[in-house]
């Protein structure tokens, strides 16, 4: 019997998580599911929101407070047999535990769905959500799909287990993905499995993101790869702004809607990409981690 644990990775704060869960309550036709939360020590707000929730399990990742490190945490914490992650600025449409549950087969090693921006989006917030959703933009097929986003993805629990020494610190999902995909399958996007997002930060504190997760992603990346793969990404990473950039314009070009926001946005985009390209760069050159490794703060 397959048993159904929600984990949200709390990174912005109670006003976005509130919004999350709401929205968990509202799901139609899915099993029966438990609710957990895992969050940054430092948003007391999510602390003080745990008291009125009390059916919802929650958890202070005390002294480990990025993306990575919260999602690792909940993984460990989480009870059932499949995990569905998300975080907590992500609003999960009401099908979303349903089509989760339903597209779930041995072959499929890692299940995903798409995200997309809530209505009243800033073209900053637009590109913001663009360099870092565009594979997972709607319109898209179901089928293979090379990644998956950790804010909308489903993972059987054994078989995570059976790999525990690649997330036991950081939920690197390429690393995770690629090892569940070796063994069992493809990795599969699930079109029916929506959720939507809107995350409002200064720009200036979405490129300092960018940069630093470009950055963690980039060292962090490489222990999980051959050591001579080092000397390749370093060569090919003065390329990644232009690759970067042509992917997130041919996948918002499928739609006229996006196509339009996207030339309002370019501008931003670029920088957003110049950015974590950068950071992804020194990231594989240093092996070093970012000095700070903390989500831009949202802004009222």
Known sequence: MTTVTVAVVGI?????????????????????????????????????????RTDVRFVSNAGQRTPLELASRAVSEATGSLILLTEDHCVPGPGWVRAMVDAQSEERAVVGGTVEPLPGTTTADWAFYLVDYYR?????????????????????????EAIADVWADIFHETAINDRLASRHGSLWLAPD??????????FRDALGERYAFGRLFGCTRLAFLPSWRRVYYVLLSPALPIILFGRMARASFRDAANARKFAGSALHVAALVLAWSWGEWLGYLTLRRPGSELVAPEVA
């Open 12 to 52: 912005c704060g109670a006003a976005h998580l509130r919004r999350c869960l709401a929205a968990l309550d509202a799901q139609h036709g899915a099993p029966a599911f438990d609710i957990l939360v895992v969050f940054d020590p430092k948003l007391d707000d999510i602390a003080r929101m745990a008291r009125e």
């Open 136 to 160: 997972y933009m709607p319109p898209v097929e179901p089928g293979p799909s090379p990644t998956l986003t950790v804010c909308n993805a489903s993972y059987r629990a054994d078989r995570l």
């Open 193 to 202: 499995a929506k959720v939507a997002m809107r995350r409002h930060v200064r």
